[in-house]
């Protein structure tokens, strides 16, 4: 696991792109910056007791200087090992915890690569977009405007490395999800996974797992990612 965690951290951390940001490397963080609409990130910090306050005091006033609202991701094995609380202090609020899982697509158990029999639809209509952020805004009760227009910039210019999917019951959009590749990378990031309450229960979830495993092991992926609430966590540690 130490390997596939030092793997992780440099080609997902370190030296990730995505689409509509522009990832700038420093000698103590990374982040990434939206050139549109969107927030920015700090996504990797090489950090200890005698410079966190500083770096953490310059990248707020990095991200005011340009107008960007950011959110700093901390990974348990950060450092310093009170970073959290050091960010907190600075002003920033701390949202739920989630878990970073790998799942190794070379020993996935053998059900995830079986046949999908519930009606799940990958988006090739950007105009179609709107369906999963229906889905998004009633089980969140956010907004995802934002998130939407993202998409849909992504689909229509950048289609190769973001797949959406929707997972339909009696014709009506229920559960929505979609996968994002890197060029020439070994990961793949799920996102989304979000299932209307009253067509839970029904292996949406799982379908949509699958039909995103199956497509990343098309495509030469070796493994994918996800950032697991603690109810997609339990439904994810089944396969591993």
């Known amino acids: 696991m130490n390997e596939i965690l030092a793997f992780y951290e440099q080609e997902q951390r370190k030296n990730v792109q995505y689409y509509g940001m ?11 910056v939206a050139q ?4 920015g990130a700090v996504i990797y910090s090489r950090l200890d007791e005698s410079d966190a306050d500083q770096v953490i005091r310059e990248q707020i006033a990095y991200f005011e200087g340009i107008g960007q609202d950011f959110e700093w991701k901390v990974f348990s094995h950060d450092t310093p090992s009170d970073l959290r609380e050091r960010l907190i202090a600075c002003g ?17 158990p053998s059900t995830l690569f079986e046949p ?4 799940v ?10 369906q999963v952020i229906q889905i998004l805004n009633r089980v969140w009760n ?4 934002i998130l939407g227009e ?10 190769d490395y973001l797949s959406i999917y929707l997972a339909y019951v009696d014709g009506i959009p229920a559960s929505a999800a979609w996968i994002r590749f890197h060029e020439g990378g070994s990961f793949a990031g799920l996102w989304g996974g979000s299932t209307l309450p009253a067509y839970r229960q029904r292996g949406l979830y799982t379908a949509l797992l699958s039909v995103r495993a199956q497509e990343a092991r098309r495509r030469g992926v ?6 697991a609430s603690p109810m997609s966590e339990a439904i994810v540690t089944h396969y591993g």
């Not at 956010?142 to 405007?145: A, I, L």
């Not at 070796?222 to 950032?227: H, S, W």
């Open 36 to 39: 549109d609409e969107g927030e």
């Open 150 to 159: 993202i998409l849909t910039e992504e689909l229509t210019h950048h289609g």
């Open 121 to 130: 639809q990958r988006l090739t209509d950007p105009g179609q977009i709107n």
């Open 142 to 145: 956010e907004d995802h405007e």
């Open 116 to 119: 999908v029999t519930a009606n």
């Open 222 to 227: 070796r493994y994918l990612t996800i950032d």
């Open 22 to 32: 522009r990832t700038e490397q420093t000698p103590k963080v990374v982040r990434l």
């Open 92 to 108: 920033f609020e701390c949202e739920e915890p989630e878990s970073i899982m790998v799942l190794d697509l070379d020993t996935a």
